[in-house]
């Protein structure tokens, strides 16, 4: 069986450093194995929409914002089709044969649902009595969508976030009920979550749980490198550690996890020279003796920022070069998307008409 990726995001917002190691960073070097025979990235805008209605503005610029941020990841639209949900019509016409093996009682279960419907303030009372907006039909239902845009490409792989997992864990349900009920057409997908635990779920700079556009926590990959070094330098470390000879904690202390994310033994060999200080200087190889010597007191968070500030430059600064080369040709990156939703229109075609034909649809054939 051909091995198939599919996987995508909202465009809400720019794409931060989060992204980056949650997805991005893999995503490329999934597509840089060989290992699959089709790669899909899709920007998911009609998704987006689901809980944005009134602001297609923002859905709008955020295709060229998504679309430049993949590019710079480096993204090769050559080896990996990026294309724009609302382009591929044959999703919605999916989304609405699969509702029908959907009860509402299923998606009123979906975890990640029920606390996005929390976090956006919706009502979840059946009688308004809490005087909240109700929660928009399409948003609820996007789960449904979701399996559409993974099974149109027949993908067998979705790399994504652990916040993902009840989406890949309803589409499977989704494609097992209908090819039982109608004929086996559709693929059962595997997630493939991010291997390193610093990566699954990157925090905000201030060490909440999660980077986010509205609690302002974010670097985004558009950053300049000052912008980074000035978040780095108000980052959260451990409240604890007050004196620089005081023992430190290495476990939630969101500089750290940073470095978990992105940090490479070759950084100390780069960047060892942000250890040796006036008063206290270190010969680190990696990040364990950095963490044994913050356990044990004497290495200060001045010292520590200044190396993830470089081992971010490190990352970033490619990713911003490429960025700006491909923003001076917006209209290069919209023909791009648009032969990627043209290639994408005609695979999503093939399954909608053998699903067509499943269902005992295709009358006039
Ligand atoms: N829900 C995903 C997100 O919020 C975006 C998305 C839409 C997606 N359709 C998808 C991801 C299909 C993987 C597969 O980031």
Redesign the pocket.
Same mark, same amino acid.
Request: aromatic content about 4%; hydrophobic content about 40%.
């Given at each position: 069986m051909a091995k198939i990726i599919?996987? !995508? +995001?909202?465009p809400t917002g720019r794409l931060h450093i989060g992204h980056y190691v949650g997805s991005l960073r893999r995503r490329v070097e999934l597509q840089d194995s060989g290992e699959f025979d089709r790669i899909f990235v #899709?920007i =998911?805008d009609a998704?987006a929409l689901t809980d944005n209605a009134d602001n297609p503005e923002k859905v709008r610029a955020n295709i060229t914002e998504v679309a430049l941020d993949y590019l710079a990841a480096g993204l090769d639209p050559e080896k990996t089709t990026i294309f724009v %949900?609302s382009h591929v019509s044959e999703l919605t016409e999916l989304s609405f044969y699969y509702m029908n093996l959907v009860t509402v009682q299923r998606l009123q279960r979906n975890p990640t649902v029920k606390s996005e419907i929390k976090m956006r303030g919706f009502s979840d009372s059946e009688d308004g009595s809490d005087n909240k907006a109700g929660i928009p039909v399409g948003f609820f239902c996007?789960p449904i969508? %979701?399996a559409a +845009?993974?099974t149109a490409f027949k =993908?067998t792989t *979705?790399? *994504? !976030?652990e +916040? %993902?997992e009840p #989406?890949?864990e309803q589409t499977r349900e989704i494609v097992r009920k209908f090819n039982s009920t109608y004929a086996p057409v559709l693929v059962e997908p595997e997630i493939l979550l991010p291997d390193n635990a610093a990566c699954l779920r990157l925090p905000g700079t201030d060490g909440k749980a999660k980077m986010s556009k509205s609690l302002g926590n974010c670097i985004y990959l558009a950053d300049d490198a000052q912008t980074v070094r000035a978040k780095v330098k108000g980052m959260f470390t451990d409240p604890e550690h007050l004196q620089v000879s005081d023992p430190g904690h290495v476990e939630g202390n969101t500089v750290f996890t940073y470095l978990d994310a992105f940090c490479r033994d070759e950084h100390f060999r780069k960047f060892g020279n942000c250890f040796q200080g006036r008063k206290e200087s270190f010969l680190f190889h990696n990040l364990d003796e950095v963490k044994a010597r913050y356990r044990a007191g004497g290495l200060g968070d001045a010292m520590l920022k200044n190396f993830l500030a470089e081992v971010l430059e490190d990352t970033l600064g490619p990713i911003r070069e490429r960025r700006a080369k491909f923003a001076a040709d917006i209209p290069a990156v919209m023909e791009m998307l648009r032969k990627g939703s043209a290639e994408a229109k005609a695979v999503a075609g093939q399954t909608l008409e053998e699903v067509k034909r499943a269902m005992k649809i295709n009358y006039f054939e």
């Open positions: 599919l996987t !995508g +995001d909202r #899709m =998911a998704q %949900q996007y969508s %979701q +845009d993974i =993908a *979705v790399p *994504v !976030g +916040d %993902q #989406m890949i």
